[in-house]
C-alpha cells in the first residue's frame, strides 16, 4: 500500500534533453490527452441514424457526471457569436501577406459576381434565413479566410457537420467527444468509464437491433491506454511469477539429489524480492507497471545463490551449513557484485522506469545473497547424507557440453560470433505509440480512429505559457507573426493559434496599417463599380452593401481580450499545477519543414514547448544510442574491474569477459535478423548480459581457480550450478516474452537471447581456454640462489591463476616474513621433507626450489588451504587432509620437519605425541624447524584481538606457550634444542 502504480511510461523519459523534455510537457499537460473520442459506425451512408444514436450516448454520459462536457453542443452554441466577432474585426485580423496572398485573388470581377451570385441563390433557399446581415457585411466572404485557419482543427478536412454533429464524408461515421473531469490516466475512473460505455453500446445495440441497424462503437483515449497498461502489466507480472516458479521448480527437482532441497532454493530468492519491494517502498512513492513487470522474473536470477548453496550441502555425504557457505560465497560474491552494481547503475540512462528496474532489482540480488549465506547455515547446521547422486542424465550432460576437449568448439564460436558482427549495428527507433502497451482491441479501436478521422501523430503541438491571459495574448502574437513567416518559407503549411483570431494591442495595431495601406482609393473604387455591375446584374439593391463598403474605411478598432466562453474551443486552460495559462496550437509541417531546427527556433525565442512525434521518437533513438554505448562503458569497466581486482589476472579477467562480449554481438545480430528494432529492452540487455551473463563465466573461472583439476567433484558442481541457473534465468525471461505488454515481451525476448548466447559462450569459449591456461608447468629443476629474485619468482609461479589470497598470501610472505631469510640455513640438504600443518605450503615449496631432489610430504587439516598447497607442490611431494598428531605416510625417514606456526592450536597432549611421531620418523642428522608464538606483553591489542576472533571464528582454541615450555616439551620428546629470534 506504500507504492503507487505508475501506469504511464512515457513519464520515465529522460527529462535533460530539451527535445524529449518539451514533448513530455506538452504531452502531460495537453488536455486533448484525456480526451475521450467515440466513433459511432454504421454499414451504410445513415446520417440522420447516426445522430439519433449519438443523441442517446450523449445524453447517457452527460447524466454520468463524469464528464464537464459532450458533444459539440457547446461549440455550436458559440461558433455564431465568434463569426459575428470575427467579421467585425476583419481589418485587425488580416496581415499585409494575407491581404496580398488571400484578399486580392477576391476582388476579381469573375470571383466577385461568383460570390454574389451564391449568396442570393441561399437567400431564396431556406438556408438563408437569417443571413442577409452577415452578407451585407462581409458579401466576399473574407471572414472565411480567418475562419479556414481553424479547419485543421477538427479530426479530418473531409467532415461534414450536420445537426452540430462531426459525420465522415461518406455518412457511415459520427463522432462524439467528451471531456473527463479527472485524469485520463487514472485507472478507477477509466474503469467507470469503460463501463459506462459498454453499457451505452448494449442499450444501443438493445435500441436498434430490432430494426436491423447495427452499430458499432468505438471508444478510444488515455483511459483505455492506461487500463490495459495497468491490466496487461499485472497480468504478465502475475504469469512471469507463476510459470516461471513452475519452471524452475522442475528444473530443481530433477537437478538435486534430494528434490525438496532444491526447492528451497526458492526461498531466498522469494524472500529476498519481498524484502527489496519493502526497502524500495520506504524511499520511492512510486513504480512503474514496467518494473513491476520485470520484478516478476528477479526470482528466476536470484535463485542462483540458493542453487550453488544447496549443492554444495546436498552431497552423498554428511556436510556442514558453513562449510557450504565457505565453499560458495566468494564465488556468489563476485556475481552478486557485478550484478548489483550492473543494475544499480541503470540510472546513468536517464529513464526513471529503468532506474526503478535497477534499483529494485540491485536490492533484491543483495537481499538473496544475505539471506542465502546468513538463513541457511542456520536452518541446516549438518545435513545427512543423500541417497543418491542426483538426475544422472543432467549431470553427464552438462559435464559432457563443459568439459570439451578441442578447440574447435572456441573457433566455431569466434567464427559465428564474427559473421552475427555483420548485423550487430544497433540503430535505435522508438516507436510512440508502443511506449504504453494496448490490447488488440484497443490498436483495431485506435487504427479505425486514425483511418476515419486521421493520425494524430502525423501533426506538431505547441504549448504557449502566461502568467496572465494578457500575457498569453502578447505572446501568442509573437507565435502568431513567427509562424506566419514560417508557413511563408513552407517549413508549415498550416498553423493556428487563438491571437490568428483575437490578436492582442500590437498585432491589432500592425494589421489594421496594413489593412489601410492596402486599400487605396482607387482600389476601393474598382471594387465597388465591380460590385455594383454584378449587384445590377445578379438582383441585389444598389446600396446592399454599404456597410461593408464602411467595414474597408475603418481607421481604428480596439483590441479585443478572448472571451472565457471561447478558451475550450481555442485549447486555452488554466493550468492546474501552476496556475498559470496556457493555449495549445495545431500545426501542419510543410515540405521544407526539419523538425531540429524549428524546435531550436521556438526554444531560442521564447515561443513556447513544441511536441513533434517524428522529432520525439528520433531523439529519444539518440539518446537510447548513447546510452547504450555509455551503459556498455561503464558496466563494461565496472565488471571488469571488479573482476580483475577479485581474480587478480589480466588473462582469466579476458576469458571471463569474452562469452559477454559474444553475447552482445550475437543478440544485436540476431536482433537484426529477426527484424526487430533495437529499443529501450537493449539497454537492459547490457546489464543483464555484462551484470548477469558473465557471471556463468565467472562462476567457472573462480572455480578452476579454486579446484586446478577438471575432475575435481566441486567443479562439476560449479558447472550445476551455472547450467542450473542460467536455464532457469532463461525460463523467467522466456515466461516474460509470451507478455502481452508489448515493451515486456520485448525484453522478456531480448533478454532471453541475452541469456542464452551468454551460457553458450561460457560453454563452448571457456572450458578449452581454461584447459590451456591450467596445463601444468614444467618446473626446472636446476639449482638456484636462496633468497635470489629468481628464487621467488619460481615461488611465485607454482601460484599462478590460483585464486588470489593464496597468490597474495604467498607474495607477502616472501617479502616480509623472516622465516625464509634463514630458513635454507636451519635445514642443511634434505631429501625428505615432513611438513605438518603444511597451509598454503609456502615454506615446503620454498624448499623444494632450493633442492630439486627433494620429496615433501605434508598433512593439512584445511581442506581448502591442502588443495592449494598440493597444487602447488605438483610431483615433487604428496599432502593429505588430517590433523596433528596424525602424520603423512612416506617412505624412510625424515631429513627435516617442519612445524611452523601451528604448534599452538595444540593443547600439551596432542602436541607431546605429535613431538614424538616426528621424533621417531626423523633420520638420525634429521633437523626439525619449529616456530611457535610466543605472546609478547607489548603486542598491539587490535593485532591480537583480530588472531583471537579469527581463531574463534574458525572454531579453535589457542593454547599460547612460553620459549621455556616449549623447549621443555621439545626435549622431552628427544630432541636437542636450539633457539633463534625471528
Not at 413 to 419: D, P
Not at 689 to 714: F, K, P, W
Not at 854 to 864: N, T, V
Amino acid at each position: 500500500t506504500r507504492l503507487t502504480i505508475d501506469t504511464d511510461i512515457t513519464k520515465s523519459l529522460p527529462v535533460a534533453d530539451p527535445v524529449i523534455a518539451d514533448s513530455e510537457y506538452v504531452m502531460s499537460h495537453n488536455p486533448v490527452k484525456d480526451r475521450v473520442v467515440i466513433d459511432m459506425g454504421l454499414d451504410r451512408n445513415d446520417p440522420e441514424t447516426l445522430t439519433a444514436g449519438a443523441a442517446m450516448i450523449e445524453s447517457r454520459l452527460t447524466a454520468s457526471g463524469l464528464f464537464s462536457s459532450v458533444g459539440m453542443d457547446e461549440y455550436q452554441s458559440i461558433f455564431p457569436e465568434l463569426v459575428t466577432s470575427v467579421t467585425e474585426r476583419l481589418p485587425a485580423l488580416f496581415t499585409e501577406h494575407d491581404l496580398d496572398r488571400t484578399i486580392r485573388p477576391l476582388l476579381e470581377p469573375r470571383k466577385i459576381k461568383e460570390a454574389l451570385a451564391e449568396h442570393y441563390s441561399r437567400l431564396l433557399d431556406l438556408e438563408g434565413i437569417g443571413q442577409s446581415g452577415m452578407m451585407a457585411d462581409d458579401p466576399l466572404g473574407f471572414k472565411n479566410v480567418i475562419l479556414a485557419r481553424m479547419a485543421h482543427l477538427a479530426p479530418s478536412r473531409d467532415i461534414q457537420i450536420i445537426q452540430g454533429r462531426l459525420i465522415s464524408a461518406d455518412g457511415r461515421h459520427l463522432l462524439v467527444i467528451a471531456e473527463p473531469k479527472g485524469s485520463g490516466t487514472d485507472t478507477a475512473q477509466a474503469r467507470k468509464i469503460a463501463s459506462l460505455i459498454a453499457s451505452c453500446a448494449y442499450d444501443l445495440g438493445k435500441k436498434f437491433n430490432p430494426r436491423g441497424i447495427g452499430f458499432t462503437v468505438t471508444p478510444v483515449g488515455a483511459y483505455r491506454a492506461a487500463l490495459d497498461n495497468e491490466e496487461t502489466a499485472k497480468r504478465d507480472a502475475r504469469r512471469a511469477v507463476i510459470f516461471a516458479t513452475i519452471g524452475i521448480a522442475v528444473l530443481l527437482l530433477v537437478g538435486f539429489p534430494r528434490p525438496v532441497i532444491g526447492i528451497l532454493a526458492l526461498v531466498p530468492a522469494v524472500l529476498g524480492t519481498i524484502a527489496a519491494a519493502f526497502v524500495y517502498s520506504l524511499f520511492a512513492r512510486t513504480i512503474s507497471i514496467l518494473a513491476i513487470g520485470f520484478g516478476g522474473t528477479i526470482i528466476s536470477f536470484t535463485v542462483d545463490y540458493g542453487i550453488a548453496y544447496l549443492l554444495f550441502l546436498d552431497r552423498p555425504y554428511e556436510t556442514r551449513g558453513m562449510d557450504a557457505t565457505r565453499e560458495v560465497w566468494s564465488l556468489g560474491l563476485l556475481a552478486m557484485l557485478t550484478t548489483a552494481l550492473s543494475f544499480a547503475l541503470l540510472f546513468i540512462t536517464g529513464f526513471s522506469v529503468l532506474s526503478q528496474i535497477g534499483y529494485f532489482t540491485a536490492l533484491g540480488v543483495v537481499f538473496t545473497y544475505l539471506f542465502v549465506h546468513t538463513l541457511f547455515p542456520v536452518i541446516f547446521p549438518t545435513m545427512p547424507p543423500a541417497k543418491r547422486t542426483g538426475f544422472v542424465p543432467i549431470q553427464k550432460f552438462v559435464n559432457r557440453i563443459m568439459r570439451s576437449n578441442s578447440r574447435a568448439s572456441a573457433y566455431g564460436a569466434l567464427f559465428f560470433c564474427a559473421v552475427m558482427l555483420a548485423f550487430a549495428r544497433p540503430d535505435f527507433k522508438v516507436d510512440l505509440a508502443a511506449m504504453n502497451t494496448v490490447t488488440r482491441d484497443t490498436l483495431r479501436a485506435e487504427e479505425l480512429i486514425s483511418k476515419v478521422w486521421g493520425n494524430v501523430f502525423s501533426r506538431l503541438y505547441l504549448m504557449t505559457e502566461a502568467r496572465s491571459l494578457e500575457d498569453l495574448q502578447t505572446a501568442g502574437d509573437r507565435l502568431a507573426g513567427k509562424l506566419d513567416s514560417e508557413i511563408s518559407a513552407g517549413t508549415l503549411s498550416t498553423a493556428f493559434v487563438p491571437s490568428m483570431l483575437f490578436p492582442g494591442r500590437e498585432r491589432t495595431r500592425a494589421n489594421l496599417a496594413a489593412w489601410n495601406r492596402f486599400w487605396t482609393p482607387a482600389r476601393v473604387a474598382e471594387l465597388k463599380k465591380s460590385m455594383r455591375d454584378a449587384s445590377r446584374e445578379i438582383g441585389f439593391a444598389p446600396d446592399a452593401f454599404e456597410r461593408f463598403y464602411g467595414l474597408l474605411a475603418r481607421t481604428h478598432i480596439r483590441p479585443h481580450g478572448i472571451p472565457d466562453r471561447f478558451h475550450r474551443m481555442l485549447n486555452i486552460r488554466r493550468m492546474r499545477d501552476s496556475g498559470e495559462w496556457a493555449q495549445f496550437s495545431v500545426l501542419t509541417p510543410g515540405p521544407k519543414y526539419r523538425g531540429e531546427r524549428f524546435h531550436s527556433t521556438l526554444s531560442s525565442a521564447g515561443l513556447g514547448k513544441l511536441f513533434d512525434p517524428v522529432l520525439f521518437s528520433e531523439r529519444l533513438g539518440s539518446i537510447l544510442l548513447s546510452g547504450f554505448i555509455k551503459m556498455a562503458a561503464v558496466i563494461g569497466a565496472v565488471t571488469a574491474c571488479v573482476a580483475v581486482l577479485y581474480l587478480l589476472d589480466v588473462r582469466l579477467t579476458l576469458i571471463a569477459l569474452a562469452p559477454t562480449l559474444f553475447s552482445l554481438i550475437c543478440t544485436l545480430g540476431t536482433m537484426k535478423l529477426l527484424g526487430q528494432q533495437p529499443g529501450i529492452p537493449t539497454i537492459i540487455v547490457v546489464v543483464i548480459v555484462i551484470g548477469m551473463g558473465t557471471d556463468y563465466a565467472l562462476y567457472i573461472v573462480r572455480a578452476y581457480q579454486r579446484y586446478m583439476e577438471e575432475s575435481h567433484q566441486s567443479l562439476g558442481l560449479i558447472r550445476m550450478t551455472v547450467f542450473l541457473s542460467a536455464l532457469s534465468t532463461m525460463i523467467g525471461f522466456g515466461v516474460l516474452g509470451l507478455a502481452d505488454h508489448a515493451l515486456l515481451k520485448s525484453v522478456g525476448m531480448t533478454l532471453f537471447m541475452g541469456i542464452s548466447y551468454s551460457f553458450i559462450g561460457t560453454v563452448m569459449i571457456v572450458p578449452p581456454l581454461l584447459r590451456t591456461m591450467f596445463v601444468p608447468e614444467d618446473l626446472p629443476n636446476d639449482m638456484v640462489e636462496p633468497c635470489s629474485k629468481e628464487h621467488a619468482e619460481r615461488v611465485h609461479r607454482r601460484y599462478r591463476f590460483m585464486e588470489p589470497y593464496p597468490r597474495l598470501f604467498a607474495r607477502f610472505k616472501l617479502k616480509f616474513d623472516p622465516l625464509f631469510g634463514e630458513l635454507h640455513q636451519l635445514v642443511g640438504s634434505p631429501a625428505t621433507i615432513l611438513d605438518i600443518g603444511t597451509g598454503y605450503g609456502v615454506p615446503a615449496v620454498w624448499l623444494l626450489e632450493l633442492f630439486p631432489r627433494a620429496r615433501l610430504y605434508g598433512i593439512e587439516p584445511d581442506a581448502k588451504r591442502r588443495r592449494v598447497a598440493s597444487r602447488a607442490v605438483g610431483e615433487r611431494g604428496w599432502i593429505v587432509q588430517g590433523s596433528a598428531p596424525d602424520l603423512p605416510d612416506f617412505p624412510g625417514t625424515a631429513d627435516a620437519a617442519l612445524l611452523i606456526d601451528m604448534i599452538h592450536y595444540l593443547p600439551d597432549r596432542r602436541l607431546r605425541l605429535l613431538l614424538e611421531r616426528v621424533r621417531k620418523r626423523m633420520s638420525p642428522r634429521g633437523i626439525l624447524v619449529v616456530r611457535g608464538t610466543v605472546p609478547a606483553a607489548k603486542r598491539c591489542a587490535i593485532l591480537r584481538l583480530m588472531e583471537t576472533l579469527w581463531i574463534r571464528m574458525n572454531g579453535l582454541t589457542a593454547h599460547n606457550r612460553s620459549e621455556g615450555e616449549i623447549i621443555r616439551l621439545m626435549r622431552t620428546a628427544g630432541f636437542s634444542v636450539s633457539v633463534r629470534e625471528s
